[in-house]
């Protein structure tokens, strides 16, 4: 296998990944009964959005020889985004535990999962890659860290209100 076809295999592993995400997000949004997790939710499936256009025109790229050149695609870079503001933070956390909305434990830590073993597997891809091809790598690992991130902190306030809540009504 050439160098140029095990660069497309990961970006296509990546692709499918990504898909696979933005699939999982969509569902999310009918188990959620909650505004700002449905709003925060529609913002997520708008950055894999980005995510997979970014990685599909590298893909094109590839597939006509060209070199990736993650700065010729910058209208697809990505702003960090707080998805919630501190005001719906403490909404959300105090509607999932009024509501007890057990579900949405399930629904974040399953999305961290997805969004932890993205993160890891650009930076892992990229550690071995060099040049361009690192730097669009280590860009998607970026952004994946942020979501990453989010989710982990809602998936441990739930966990955490979850465990202190008292048994038997």
Request: charged share 25%.
């Amino acid at each position: 296998m050439s160098a140029n076809q095990a660069v497309i295999k990961v970006f296509e592993y990546a692709l499918n990944q990504e898909e696979t995400g933005k699939m999982f997000f969509q569902t999310a949004l009918q188990r959620l009964g909650i505004g700002a997790a449905v709003s925060a939710f529609k913002r997520l499936i708008a950055e894999e959005e980005k995510h997979i256009a970014f990685i599909s025109r590298i893909l094109d790229e590839l597939h006509q020889g060209k070199e990736v050149d993650p700065g010729q695609l910058q209208d697809l870079v990505l702003e960090p985004t707080d998805y919630f503001d501190e005001r719906a933070k403490k909404e959300f956390m105090e509607q999932c535990v009024q509501g007890s909305m057990v579900p949405d434990v399930t629904v974040f830590n399953t999305a961290w999962l997805i969004e932890k073993d993205l993160s890891e597997f650009y930076a892992s891809m990229a550690s071995k890659a060099q040049g361009k091809v690192k730097d669009a790598l280590s860009m998607l690992s970026r952004w994946e860290r942020q979501h990453e991130m989010f989710f982990r902190q809602f998936r441990d306030k739930l966990s955490e209100a979850y465990a202190q809540m008292p048994w038997g009504g």
